[in-house]
């Protein structure tokens, strides 16, 4: 097929698929389209990058950024803003309910006064703010399951598509060369293969609980179309993850898939999710210390025991952190001598430790790892008792946070405006009046609320 013929099919595609969200969900908020476009770049390209397609890629620290695209992030917040003030968010409960996520972001601001480069650091930490902010866009709506269908379904039918095109019939924009070995790889609309891959990731999770848990407020036929589009969907997930050999995102996608698929079956529920995860943990701790299985599994698969020198920057980053209590400052470590001596030593110039944790720890050190491991636990203790309340919505949130636990171990999603980053708000920010609001709806007008979403087998 003529790249000109697939270029006009794959636009026609995707304007079918968004013309269909749209009459599926036509009560959605307009202002739903902030995080799709929001997610749609963070999770692809930024807008500068967009705009000189074709050109290399810099494997530097960019501590100035680009002009457009403080524009672009910086429009999204302000208009994001604006659309919370209309809604009735009570902030008081609303911090009390999210204290820890709330202290790990004071302390972020707060760090800055210690940071080699405060106004950069301020920069960095005003723009992550927006993760926070699309998040509540999408929790604040009136119906949260369908928001979240809703933005993650538009990103999915663009970035998907376009990214099987840029592969297949685009490969100078759809493919690059690994910095580390010169090996082709493919990346479709992201960057990077492992920025494809966590997108894949997230998508084929989506399309995984909308089968698992369908939506009931359809005619029959609707819901069957749109079985066989959640299947394609899927199709191209696999097809995109196995093109951009991504083992991360792989690996955290079928954990995250089984882990609904078990709630669904109920082979967990919320009584039995924490003892679980505790043997699940222990077990593999003690196979690791008895037989190396993880090294050895990755000599079975090809892999390189230090996940691509991973191990070794590792040690590098933390050997020249020299502030282990309270860090360097929030997104302040890759930036002046220290980022000269990793670039001396290696040829390829890493700009992150490829470690959530770890690069928490390099800018906010043990502080801001306590207060995020703090908040992580917190929002599983949330999702938990959510199984029970919102049975559709937390094996979704819950699947998402493991995924993005097990993703943070080998990649740094925590940081920057990272597509991970507004993932994990998105499952870990309590909203308790919408919960309010929602129940008093769900009193005067049960089938348009929970009782559309509900399971079958539950009803």
């Known amino acids: ?32 389209w902030l995080p799709v476009l929001w997610l749609t770049i963070t999770g692809s390209r930024f807008v500068s ?12 620290s960019d501590s100035e950024g680009s002009t457009l695209d403080a524009i672009f992030f910086g429009t999204l917040m302000v208009v994001g803003f604006f659309v919370l003030l209309q809604r009735q968010i009570a902030f008081g409960e609303f911090l009390r309910a999210n204290a820890w996520l709330a202290l790990f972001l004071a302390f972020g601001l707060l760090s800055v006064a210690w940071s080699d480069y405060p106004f950069i650091a301020f920069k960095r930490w005003t723009k992550a703010i927006g993760h926070p902010v699309m998040a509540l866009i ?21 970035l998907l598509p376009v990214s099987v095109l840029l592969i297949k019939y685009y490969p100078e924009y759809g493919r690059s060369f690994d910095l580390y070995d010169g090996m082709a790889v493919d990346n479709g609309a992201a960057l990077t293969k492992n920025g494809l891959g966590y997108v894949c990731m997230t998508a084929g999770l989506l399309f995984v609980w909308q089968l698992l848990w369908e939506d009931d407020g359809h005619a029959a ?9 959640a299947l394609g969907m899927l199709a191209a997930v696999l097809w995109l993850l196995y093109r951009s050999g991504s083992a991360t995102s792989a690996t955290t996608f079928a954990v995250g898939a089984l882990t609904m698929i078990a709630i669904r079956i109920r082979v967990v529920n919320a009584r039995t999710l924490t003892t679980l995860l505790v043997l699940g943990l222990v077990s593999a701790a003690l196979l690791e210390y008895l037989f190396e299985v993880y090294e050895q599994t990755l000599l079975l698969l090809g892999r390189d025991p230090t996940l691509t020198d991973r191990t070794v920057i590792w040690r590098d980053v933390i050997a020249l952190q020299g502030a282990p209590l309270i860090g360097t400052g929030f997104e302040s470590f890759w930036l002046g001598p220290r980022l000269e001596v990793l670039w001396d030593k290696w040829w390829w110039r890493p700009n992150q430790a490829h470690n959530g944790y770890i690069e928490t720890y390099l800018n906010l050190g043990y502080v801001g790892v306590f207060l995020l491991a703090v908040a992580i636990l917190s929002a599983y203790s949330s999702i938990r008792r959510s199984l029970v309340t919102e049975p559709v919505q937390a094996p979704f949130r819950l699947a998402l946070l493991i995924v993005i636990v097990l993703f943070n171990l080998t990649e740094a999603g925590f940081k920057g405006v990272h597509f991970m980053w507004t993932m994990f708000y998105l ?29 079958r087998w539950q009803r």
């Open 1 to 32: 097929m003529p790249a000109s013929v697939a270029t006009l099919l794959t636009f026609v595609i995707v304007l079918m698929l968004l013309a269909r969200t749209r009459l599926r969900h036509a009560d959605a908020s307009f202002a739903l």
């Open 49 to 60: 990058q967009w705009l000189s397609l074709g050109v290399p890629m810099s494997a530097g």
């Open 138 to 158: 999408i929790l604040t709506d009136p119906d949260p399951v369908r928001a979240i269908r809703t933005v993650l379904k538009r990103c999915s039918f663009v």
């Open 221 to 229: 036929r609707s819901r069957t179309t749109e079985t066989f589009v």
């Open 427 to 455: 499952v870990a920010l309590e909203v308790p009046v919408v919960a309010a609001a929602r129940a008093a709806r769900q009193q005067e007008r049960p089938e348009a609320g929970y009782e559309m979403h509900r399971p």
